[in-house]
């Protein structure tokens, strides 16, 4: 039995700033799902295999909803290993706080079984939400009625953020995605189709 984990954060907007909500009271709990491995061989792995199924997944989401195609930023790429390499340390599941970043990114993250999964099934996870996404203003988009059931789903899509970059890092036990994106999304008051 494998299990995996996602958060995903929120952007708050005021006439007079914006900041993250990620750590705060507003974030969602993380979803834990359970699911039943078939095979006992590790997944293939390599930066080269992350880029190309994070931009694949990433992008045909985009498509279906009609938003542009995000571009790889290695400068993304770079904060999201770092932070992915700390949450392997230190086997927290919680977003970044981002302190003193101007301006913050759009973060989405996602933990499981290491080798369990591969890179297309750990963003797999998040593009399924779009199965609870409803049309409406941030964070009133979810059919469940819990913002945090579609998350994810909505960063992926948010037309505005323009370039996403991706890593994963690793502990004894479970494997860390974190994909960075710029400018960040789920802005509350906003239409996740529209930003």
């Not at 700390?86 to 080798?115: I, V, Y």
């Amino acid at each position: 039995m494998h299990i995996f984990r996602a958060l995903s954060a929120i952007l708050l907007i005021t006439p007079a700033f914006a900041a993250c909500s990620a750590g705060t009271s507003q974030s969602p709990e993380p979803a834990t799902f359970v699911e039943t491995r078939t095979s006992m061989e590790p997944k293939p792995r390599g930066e080269a295999r992350l880029q190309s199924a994070m931009m694949r997944a990433h992008n045909d989401a985009r498509v279906r909803v009609g938003a542009p195609k995000l571009v790889w930023n290695s400068e993304l790429a770079k904060d999201a290993a770092i932070y992915a390499a700390s949450l392997a340390r230190t086997g927290k599941f919680a977003h970044d706080p981002q302190t003193g970043r101007n301006p913050r990114q759009g973060e989405n993250l996602w933990m499981g079984t290491r080798d369990a999964y591969s890179y297309g099934e750990m963003i797999g996870a998040w593009v399924d939400e779009d199965r609870y996404f409803k049309r409406g203003l941030f964070p009133d988009n979810s059919t469940t009625g819990t913002w945090g059931d579609v998350a994810h789903y909505t960063q992926i899509i948010w037309p505005t953020s323009l370039r996403v970059g991706c890593a994963v890092a690793s502990n004894a036990r479970d494997d860390f995605l974190v994909c960075r994106y710029s400018p960040a999304g789920n802005i509350v008051g906003r239409d996740p189709l529209n930003g």
